[in-house]
């Protein structure tokens, strides 16, 4: 059986030894850093989630598409509603890219 000064060292409820109350502060900051990163996780995992994996990151000189490509876009857009038939489109597209 151990006694003497080592086992009052193990044993101490001062705060300095191995079982008293100094490793309550490691496990509150374990459980701390536990809680933030899962909280850190559940934000990083909604933001990811709408943009399918990529990090939508604002670019504030991003290039705009050339006129003609946005209005082929339109073009495209009103022949799949079906507002246009496909020789209203071709003629478009042809005269937007003949420009």
Not at 44 to 47: G, N, V, Y
Not at 66 to 73: F, G, I, K, L
């Given at each position: 059986m151990m006694q003497g000064y080592y086992?009052?060292?193990l044993c101490s409820t001062s705060g300095t030894g191995l079982f008293g109350?100094?490793?309550m502060v490691y496990?509150?900051?374990l459980g701390l850093v536990l809680v933030l990163g899962v909280a850190l996780w559940l934000v990083?995992?909604?933001?990811t989630a709408h943009t399918n994996g990529a990090?939508?990151?604002p670019m504030p000189f991003a290039p705009t598409p050339?006129?003609?490509?946005?209005?082929?876009?339109i073009a495209r857009e009103r022949f799949a509603?079906?507002?246009i038939d496909r020789d209203e489109y071709?003629?478009?597209i042809a005269a937007l890219r003949s420009r």
């Open positions: 086992w009052d060292s109350y100094g490793w496990a509150m900051g990083w995992s909604q933001r990090l939508s990151l050339p006129r003609s490509d946005m209005a082929e876009e509603r079906g507002e071709d003629r478009v």
